[in-house]
């Protein structure tokens, strides 16, 4: 039993050491940390929402753009494993928002659901927060969070910036840019134009503060 026991004990001794090793490192800003390639070198990184800005994003939302309605949903995924940049690196994880969308034109005919069609769902990125004196934890003065949304499966994609409004009622999702493969069509004409914007009203119950 007590051999046992010494074994139980090293095992988790092994796995606290697995755990210590991969690096927790903040969502807010990661976009501008340094050297996060030579560190998935050397250990696992996690880009954790810290400060729980995501949650916040959370829920459906509704408006139009050309005629058409847009019904946006967006949910949380915790500790999303992405892609290996390069080989022999190791893993990097974060937390991200997905949104799935559906496109109504006038007729209120459904001619698009991402919901059913998973590669086309917009995935989140890099959560970029300007904070009161540059302090952390400090009061937030501007808040955005980047989308790509997929069109299609030959690598035609958007870049959209999410900006919550001050009572979390309103989004607004606004064209930055975009990669258009060389043998596609044009952007559908529910896509907005450059810098302009999909603006969506709050449809779903406010989230809690924390999550």
Known sequence: MKKYLLALLALASISCVDLGAQRVIPLENSSAYEGLEDLLKKEAVYLQDQSSLLPKYEGQWTGSYAGHKIIATITLQRKHETAATEEGTHPLFADRLLLSYQVLDGSGKLIL?????????GEGGSLEVQREGGKS?????EESYDFTLPLDDKGTCIFMKAVLSRDLKELTLMMADVVIAADAGDCPDYIPGMEESWVLTR????PSAKK
């Open 203 to 206: 449809t779903s119950p406010m």
């Open 113 to 121: 659901d991402t919901a059913k069609e998973p590669s086309l769902q």
């Open 137 to 141: 934890g400090a009061k937030i003065l």
